[in-house]
């Protein structure tokens, strides 16, 4: 069943539509808000990472990058809180904070300018109080996205501000997101070590077995494939490539260099390997999965608690706390050897932690962004949504992420009216149907 109320969403589109569409306001809304203020994670930072390399292959926010609209009207490049902002009739938002704390080499090292005229302090890879989030360099990035957790945000606003919000302006939150996923990236480096592990142990043993002293090959392969690990740029068809060397250095085994003989090792390991990690990424849910769902529901806690006590009580009057989409639907979640139904489990524990620490706060309005997203996924045509199930964005110089995706690297097709641009984040038309149901639960909640 969808959640969406259609009578509201004509009365949004009327607003909206006084409102200039999506591009401008006037003074006819309920509430006139002097500013926007943000505090989040990707879903809503406009330009933290826009600089350096990450600049100069078009990327910048997490949607698809640029002003594509000459080529589709829905390919605006912007994502919901620059929507809110248009709706709102105020400027477009900036970064609080821009830079990089990455690899110099490959245009990742940029220093940290903090924008005191610029109210969006959300970040990609920022977690609610955890300062390591996926994209840092201190996670393994070469990226090295600065991720300033959300309560630090919020303190940096209020630092900057007198230690109060003026109560007249709106405030925007929502996080949660990047906890799941730091501690499934915890869950897939283990599986992924595992077996690489077995994958090693398994292609020595293979390659060691015809030499006249199986022992002794097999100790020169192991310490060759040790070598090769530790060497930077190391890959694994470069470490292959060692262990076939020594492999073949080894009395009585010179054959196992040629490829058609140790091709099919190399196969029957990673096959090998495959179910190895697979069993280890299985043991590790069984050992660790309550657990991760409890830190989630510490994560909603903490969230709650930031938006009650830090901005609220320092006088924010106006505050939308959203809840975190349906990930556990989205791309990412689908892929083989994701738990989906543990990323569900933890969704659900952040939302329902969120909506019960808010609960009762009249100057917070909480949005259900969960029920919505579900909805779209199951029923994406009455949203003008052409496909929920896979990614707009290809491969990039960045990988596969949509922080460096724009309109000459999506796929092939028309792709404007995607729900995801990447495996986790939305298109700029799907970050237009967030700003239009948070507007009208703003109506609902009679602030606009």
């Not at 610029?118 to 989030?133: D, E, I, W």
């Not at 999965?289 to 009650?308: C, F, H, S, V, Y």
């Not at 994701?338 to 969704?347: R, T, Y």
Request: proline share 4%.
């Amino acid at each position: 069943m969808r959640h969406i109320n259609f009578a509201l969403t004509l009365l949004t589109a009327a607003v909206l539509t006084a409102c200039g569409g999506s591009e401008t306001g006037n003074q006819e809304l309920k509430t006139k808000f002097s500013s926007q203020v943000s505090f989040g994670d990707s879903l809503s930072d406009v330009g933290t990472y826009n600089v350096g390399k990450v600049k100069e292959v078009g990327g910048g926010k997490f949607t698809i990058n640029g002003d594509n609209t000459a080529k589709n009207p829905a390919l605006t490049g912007k994502n919901w809180t620059e929507y809110m902002a248009a709706q709102f009739g105020l400027p477009a938002p900036c970064p609080a904070q821009t830079g990089l704390d990455g690899d110099a080499s490959k245009g990742f090292s940029v220093p940290v300018v903090n924008n005191l005229s610029c109210l969006s302090y959300a970040q990609g890879g920022s977690r609610v109080t955890n300062p390591v989030g996926p994209g840092n360099k201190l996670a393994g990035s070469p990226i090295g996205q600065l991720t300033v957790p959300i309560a630090t945000q919020v303190a940096n606003h209020l630092a900057r501000n007198g230690g109060k919000f003026k109560g007249d302006e709106v405030v925007l939150m929502i996080g949660g997101g990047n906890d799941a996923l730091a501690m499934m990236g915890e869950l897939s480096a283990y599986a992924t070590a595992e077996g690489n592990k077995f994958f090693a142990g398994n292609l020595t043993a293979q390659l060691a077995a015809g030499a006249t002293d199986p022992a002794a090959a097999a100790q020169a392969i192991g310490a060759a494939v040790m070598a090769e690990s530790q060497r930077a740029g190391a890959t694994q068809e470069t470490i292959v490539g060692a262990a076939v060397k020594a492999a073949a250095s080894q009395p009585g085994n010179l054959m196992v260099g040629q490829q058609g003989v140790y091709g099919p090792m190399v196969a029957k390991a990673t096959a090998a390997a495959k179910v190895e990690g697979a069993k280890a990424g299985a043991a590790y849910v069984t050992a660790n999965g309550a657990k991760m769902i409890a830190a989630m529901g510490t994560a909603g806690d903490e969230m709650a608690a930031l938006a009650k006590t830090q901005v609220v009580g320092k006088g924010a009057n106006f505050v939308v706390v959203n809840n975190l989409p349906d990930l556990g639907h989205a791309p990412a979640s689908k892929k083989e050897g994701v738990p989906q139904a543990l990323v569900i489990a933890m969704v659900d524990k952040f939302n329902a932690q969120l909506k019960a620490g808010v609960a009762g706060e009249a100057k917070i309005l909480y949005v259900d962004l969960w029920a919505i997203s579900n909805d779209q996924i199951v029923n994406p045509l009455p949203y003008g949504l052409s496909e929920t199930g896979k990614a707009a964005c290809g491969d990039n110089a960045l990988g596969h992420t949509s922080l460096a995706c724009n309109g000459s690297n999506t796929i092939a097709g028309d792709v404007s009216r995607y729900m995801f641009a990447d495996d986790v984040h939305p298109t700029p038309f799907e970050n237009s149907l967030i700003a239009k149901y948070v507007a009208e639960q703003m109506i609902v909640k009679g602030w606009l």
